[in-house]
């Protein structure tokens, strides 16, 4: 039971963001059958997702640049 990258993590985010249910859906078994752990997979994605709040994502950052988490004022 690994941890998942950041970069896993955040396509997973951003596809569950599409509303695309299916591919949602795929990707997450995905990362459950390689032996990810459902709690600690949940666990990352909220701590994702704060940082994300907090703006403290230097990965959504420079990763999704003009997709739903760009941060505008």
């Known amino acids: 039971a690994g941890v998942v990258s950041d970069d896993k993590l955040l396509d997973l985010l951003e596809l569950a963001m599409s509303s695309n249910t299916s591919q949602t859906v ?41 997709s739903v988490f760009d941060k505008q004022s």
């Open 26 to 66: 795929k990707r997450a078994r995905e990362l459950l059958d390689t032996g990810v752990d459902p709690l600690a997979l949940m666990s990352q994605l909220a701590a994702l997702i704060m940082d994300i709040i907090a703006g403290t994502d230097r990965l959504a950052d420079t990763k999704c640049d003009g």
